[in-house]
């Protein structure tokens, strides 16, 4: 099947620094990509769809300064936590949609935890 | 999206098959039955999909009512790599984004 990665699998941050968190579609394109958070024993919300070229979608409560979210290509889509605070500490997960393949599959990456200190 | 419910968590011998119910009363008529599943600190892994007839790949099999309004994944043989969280997802395709509910935690014993 097809491969979405992310990158870094893991980031340990300070309060008040931004961290950026790649996710990519290895043999495949994608238009659409998800974000989403997952905090511990909980299951994964949606925060935001990142469509290439245009502006993202920011589910109700998410909000768009803090989380910037850039889809520049059809494999590559970054989110931006910017000035992290410990609350954001979470398992970050995105996915993608194959154009070419079948339309039902979502693919997802591997996940980034990120832990701000 | 329709609203699915699963059992919070279910137990499973290795080697028998594992069940899981999923009830999706108010799908529509467009919406798909999606499955996926997330072993710990991983991303989700697409299992198995549907519209109204039962389907079967290398992973499970999924049976769905006639009347749509539930279904169940059958694991036919559990080994102790499928304990996981799984996800029983009802989406029209079309708006691609997915809603995860709670899940079924399944727990694979020896």
């Known amino acids: 099947g097809a491969v979405v990665s992310q990158h870094p699998s893991w980031v340990i941050c300070k309060s008040g620094t931004s961290v950026k968190i790649e996710c990519r579609s290895l043999d495949f394109q994608a238009t659409t990509m998800f974000w989403y958070r997952q905090f511990p024993k909980q299951s994964l919300m949606l925060m935001a769809t990142?469509?290439?070229?245009?502006?993202?979608?920011?589910e109700q409560g998410v909000e768009k300064d803090k989380f910037l979210i850039n889809h520049a290509s059809l494999t590559l889509s970054t989110l931006t936590v910017t000035s992290a605070h410990p609350e954001d500490s979470s398992f970050y997960i995105c996915s993608a949609r194959d154009l070419a393949g079948s339309s039902y599959e979502q693919y997802f990456g591997p996940g980034t935890r990120l832990t701000v200190t | 999206d329709a609203k699915t419910t699963q059992p919070t968590s279910m137990d499973c011998a290795e080697g028998r098959a594992a069940n899981l119910p999923c009830n999706h009363s108010?799908?529509?008529?467009?919406?798909?039955v999606y499955w996926y599943r997330q072993i710990h600190s991983q991303g989700p892994q697409y299992i198995i999909h549907?519209?109204?007839n039962n389907e079967t790949n290398e992973m499970a099999s999924l049976i769905i009512t006639e009347d749509r309004k539930s279904s169940t994944l059958i694991l036919p043989h559990a080994t102790l790599r499928d304990t996981a969280v799984y996800y029983c997802?009802?989406?029209?395709?079309?708006?691609?984004?997915?809603?995860f509910g709670g899940g079924t935690r399944l727990m694979v014993k020896p």
């Open positions: 997802i009802v989406s029209n395709n079309a708006g691609n984004m997915l809603t």
């Open positions: 990142s469509n290439e070229g245009s502006k993202a979608t920011y």
């Open positions: 108010t799908i529509s008529g467009n919406e798909y």
């Open positions: 549907g519209l109204k």
